[in-house]
């Protein structure tokens, strides 16, 4: 068993969501001990996925929602399977490194970080990360804001905290590396934009118990505070890094 939060919307979170930057996967295969193979956990639609296999030779990239994994785009270094973090497929000692993007705070922890060590080679490298809120300029945010806390504040999961601590509240039991500052950024129109916060899970509930969209309201003060008609602007996400080696036993 595991908490599903994105398959009822898997289509839309493959459109909307974010993707990581090229900086991240680079320093990523400049600590790993080898470029040979990654598992890349809890993949969802595949966007990490995707960005390792610029930079390995071979990524096995599972999640436990085969609706989310039937979103992913399909490459010729990628390989998908349904899989549960804490039970990995795959034999000891054979990944150069394991990651796991947005997604640690849903984990079982022990049980993960025993399968991650487990898999990794000798000096093999552990690397989690997750992104906060968005930035766009303080009259849209302040929006969002009020959107975030105070309407949907009690619709999030209690482990969004964990985000929005940057992963600092996690046990991280791993010889941890100095990791530089990342960020995503995107260029949307308001229509994109809104497609992107339709995906939060805490829309997505507070649609289903209460029966009202909440992002009509906000939708309305958006379009008077975006720009003109048809107009990009930039969205910018932090990044949060936590990598370490496998600790030998």
């Not at 289509?11 to 909307?16: E, I, L």
């Not at 610029?54 to 979103?71: C, K, S």
């Not at 910018?236 to 890094?241: D, K």
Request: glycine letters at 8%.
């Amino acid at each position: 068993m595991f908490k599903d939060h994105f398959s009822g919307h898997a289509p839309d979170y493959a459109r909307f969501r974010p993707d990581y930057p090229e900086a991240l996967y680079a320093f990523l295969a400049g600590q790993a001990p080898g470029r040979t193979r990654v598992w890349d956990c809890a993949t969802g639609n595949g966007q990490a996925a995707l960005g390792l296999a610029t930079r390995f030779e071979r990524v096995v990239a599972t999640d436990a929602a085969a609706a989310q994994v039937a979103q992913a785009p399909r490459h010729p270094r990628v390989a998908y399977a349904v899989a549960l973090a804490e039970a990995a497929p795959f034999a000891a000692g054979t990944m150069d490194l394991v990651t796991a993007a947005q997604s640690l705070h849903w984990f079982d922890l022990e049980r993960f970080y025993g399968e991650a060590s487990r898999v990794l080679r000798p000096h093999g490298v552990v690397a989690a990360w997750c992104y906060g809120l968005h930035r766009v300029a303080p009259e849209i945010d302040a929006l969002v804001d009020r959107l975030y806390e105070d309407v949907l504040g009690p619709c999030w999961p209690p482990e969004r905290r964990h985000i929005e601590a940057g992963y600092r509240t996690l046990a991280f039991p791993f010889q941890e590396i100095p990791a530089p500052s990342f960020s995503m950024e995107r260029s949307w129109r308001l229509e994109e934009y809104l497609g992107y916060l339709g995906t939060w899970s805490a829309v997505r509930r507070y649609r289903a118990t209460r029966g009202v969209d909440p992002l009509e309201a906000t939708a309305v003060e958006l379009t008077g505070r975006w720009g003109a008609a048809g107009e990009a602007r930039r969205v910018v996400w932090p990044v949060h890094l936590r990598v370490g080696r496998s600790v030998p036993r």
